[in-house]
């Protein structure tokens, strides 16, 4: 079992930057394929960004495609997500999260463990 805490969140400008840190314990990061997701109020949580165990492939949605960029540290046993260009859309609780299922799923129900989450707002 792995366990996840994120950080890096907070306040920025619109066009501003954020890199965000999901630190995993437990079991090292490589066993597992990683996924970003964001929930903002009132809507349901989307998937953001995923990489796989080793790295070679990542998956972004359309809204964050060419401007946030996943990767991981496994010296670090670290998961981030740099967020460049940001957008007030972007406002949202960033979750990290763990899976052992196949490819890189954008549903959430596929991933198996969860970080709480770190708020990041972007103001206009």
């Known amino acids: 079992q792995v366990q996840l805490v994120e950080s890096g969140g907070g306040l920025v400008k619109a066009g501003g930057s954020l890199r965000l840190s999901c630190a995993a314990s437990?079991?090292?990061?490589?066993?597992?394929?990683m996924g970003w997701f964001r929930q903002a109020p009132g809507k349901e949580r989307e998937f953001v960004a995923g990489i796989s165990r080793g790295g070679s492939n990542t998956r972004y949605s359309d809204s964050v495609k060419g401007r946030f960029t996943i990767s991981t540290d496994n010296a670090k046993n670290t998961l981030y997500l740099q967020m460049n260009s940001l957008k007030p859309e972007d406002t949202a609780k960033y979750h990290c999260?763990?899976?052992?299922?196949?490819?890189?799923?954008?549903?959430?129900?596929?991933?198996?463990?969860w970080g709480q989450g770190t708020q990041v707002t972007v103001s206009s």
């Open positions: 437990g079991r090292t990061l490589s066993n597992y394929k």
């Open positions: 999260a763990a899976t052992s299922a196949i490819g890189i799923p954008i549903i959430s129900s596929r991933y198996d463990y």
